[in-house]
């Protein structure tokens, strides 16, 4: 029993030397409970707040067979960055001018289709990307987007 006692004895030594030895390497290496508090409560950065510049909408005339339609789109411009929002607000005539012969420009059959809606995206995308003069660089955009989209 006397034998039993002093085993029990000695592993509650070992146990708390080395507990009181792991604490001790880590405080002096700066990984104590505020340093662990402070990683576990670092929240990531919040998300950037989108940009974007909204289009007056277009009313345009698509020429076709049998007979003419009417396009009627709302378009909202994602961009990238501020300094991007700030060349087309400054631009909006010529915006506005390249949007329309883009648009005016489709075919009905094509552009009633989401494949056919979604590469007029893509060119509306890269027609207002385009530098205006005199500025050395276009506006970037992330993504064109209709905000209404009718054809009559």
């Given at each position: 029993?006397?034998?039993?006692?002093?085993?029990?004895?000695?592993?509650?030594?070992?146990?708390?030397?080395?507990?009181?030895?792991?604490?001790?390497?880590?405080?002096?290496?700066?990984?104590?409970?505020?340093?662990?508090?402070?990683?576990?409560?670092?929240?990531?950065?919040?998300?950037?707040?989108?940009?974007?510049?909204?289009?007056?909408?277009?009313?345009?005339?698509?020429y076709g067979e049998p007979r003419n339609r009417i396009l009627y789109a709302g378009v909202t411009l994602?961009?990238?960055?501020?300094?991007?929002?700030?060349?087309?607000?400054?631009?909006?005539?010529?915006?506005?001018?390249?949007?329309?012969?883009?648009?005016?420009?489709?075919?009905?059959?094509?552009?009633?289709?989401?494949?056919?809606?979604?590469?007029?995206?893509?060119?509306?995308?890269?027609?207002?990307?385009?530098?205006?003069?005199?500025?050395p660089a276009g506006p970037r955009i992330a993504d064109v987007l209709f905000t209404a989209f009718v054809v009559q």
């Open positions: 029993m006397l034998r039993l006692l002093k085993l029990v004895l000695m592993l509650v030594i070992i146990v708390g030397a080395t507990i009181g030895a792991t604490m001790l390497i880590m405080s002096r290496q700066g990984i104590g409970s505020s340093a662990i508090t402070s990683l576990a409560s670092t929240e990531p950065p919040p998300a950037p707040a989108p940009i974007f510049a909204e289009l007056a909408p277009f009313t345009v005339t698509l994602r961009l990238a960055d501020q300094e991007s929002r700030k060349i087309i607000e400054e631009y909006m005539p010529e915006v506005r001018d390249r949007a329309l012969r883009v648009l005016s420009s489709q075919d009905i059959a094509r552009v009633q289709s989401p494949d056919g809606q979604q590469v007029l995206a893509d060119a509306l995308r890269v027609a207002l990307a385009r530098p205006f003069a005199p500025q």
